[in-house]
């Protein structure tokens, strides 16, 4: 994914907020964390259920929008950090143990995202976690695959390797390849994974789904 910015997937709010439901259905909410935040379309749907919340916004333009919409909700709960959401993942969610909701709304492959994400940040008990991936949309155009961004844990100083061909049940069953992900970094980072969803748009190029994971 890219440093500089989180490309949104507009395809389907409704069901993207109806996946967010069913997670905070099997959570008591206190502090939501939006990594790609944007105009904060999900985030304003959501904030009222959060004691807290951070939004994360590189673009000046979107973090603008967002902060003026947040002050004509009301919703001063919410802090803005204009910034790189990589940066932020680094230096300020370690201190941010009370989130247990993260939301990574992205249209490109978030998985290494991710990976940062849970070297750097353990919840303090059960998190919800969010995710639009839209790795699955640049499997479906070219049928590549670059393996190691779909890996929860990696060798330290192993080169990344190059895009592969995917194989067909791969590309069928995309949440093959997630659920992989979610066990190996389980395993690495000593969590426990339960509830996992998912939930296809028309045309199944994008992959929404949430999950709840918690310390082992």
């Known amino acids: 994914m890219s440093k500089s910015h989180c490309p949104r997937d507009h395809q389907s709010f409704e069901l993207k907020l109806l ?3 069913r997670l905070l259905a099997g959570l008591r909410p ?12 999900l985030l304003r749907a959501l904030a009222a259920d959060f004691a807290f919340c951070h939004a994360v916004e590189k673009n000046a333009r979107q973090a603008a929008i967002l902060e003026a919409r947040l002050r004509e909700e009301g919703l001063d709960h919410v802090t803005v950090h204009r910034m790189d959401h990589e940066k932020f993942v680094r230096d300020l969610l370690p201190g941010l143990d009370a989130v247990n909701f993260l939301d990574v709304d992205a249209y490109q492959n978030p998985h290494p995202l991710l990976r ?4 750097n940040w353990r919840p303090a ?10 790795g699955r949309l640049g499997i479906v155009r070219g049928q590549r695959l670059r393996l190691d961004q779909y890996r929860g844990r990696l060798t330290p100083g192993a080169a990344p390797g190059p895009p592969a061909r995917a194989h ?7 949440e093959l390849i997630v659920r992989a992900f979610w066990r190996e970094l ?4 000593r969590l426990v994974v339960r509830d996992f969803i998912a939930a296809w748009p028309p ?3 994008v992959l929404y789904y949430g999950l709840i994971v918690e310390p082992d």
Do not use: N
């Open 203 to 205: 045309g199944r190029r």
């Open 186 to 189: 389980a395993a690495k980072r």
């Open 19 to 21: 996946l967010r439901r």
């Open 125 to 134: 008990g059960p998190a919800a976690i969010a995710v639009t991936d839209g």
């Open 168 to 174: 067909p049940l791969l590309v069928a069953e995309h």
């Open 30 to 41: 206190e502090g939501l964390c939006d990594l790609c935040a944007g105009q904060g379309r």
């Open 116 to 119: 940062l994400v849970f070297s």
